[in-house]
């Protein structure tokens, strides 16, 4: 199994938008492409970095463990996993109750 990490795929993702939205693949239109199909499938759930996505925004809103297995498909030991490679990269998360939510 690949380690994902979660704030080198959000840099990576956020560096590709960044360039496709400045044009800097003007010039290719397969790299422009390939950039694009790219994007779309970093931010899907079938891939880490969409689940990352997905989670983050759950725990904005705060979120319970169960809903947070059942949006990322995963087990209780994966979230975890997720939680704790969230702050690894220095988002705060804490448990309020039942509910996991980030400080920022």
């Known amino acids: 199994m690949q380690k994902t990490n979660f704030l080198e795929t959000q840099?990576?993702?956020?560096?590709?938008?960044?360039?496709?939205?400045?044009?800097?693949f003007a010039s290719n239109a397969r790299q422009k492409q390939t950039a694009s199909t790219l994007i779309k499938s970093m931010k899907g759930s079938a891939s880490a970095s969409?689940?990352?996505?997905?989670?983050?925004?759950?725990l904005k809103k705060g979120a319970t463990l169960k809903q947070l297995m059942k949006t990322a498909g995963s087990s209780r030991r994966t979230i975890f996993r997720y939680l704790n490679h969230f702050e690894d990269a220095g988002?705060?998360?804490?448990?309020?109750?039942?509910?996991y939510r980030t400080t920022d």
């Open 11 to 24: 840099t990576i993702l956020r560096a590709l938008e960044y360039a496709l939205a400045r044009g800097g």
């Open 50 to 58: 969409g689940r990352y996505r997905q989670l983050m925004t759950m």
């Open 91 to 99: 988002v705060s998360i804490v448990l309020e109750g039942t509910k």
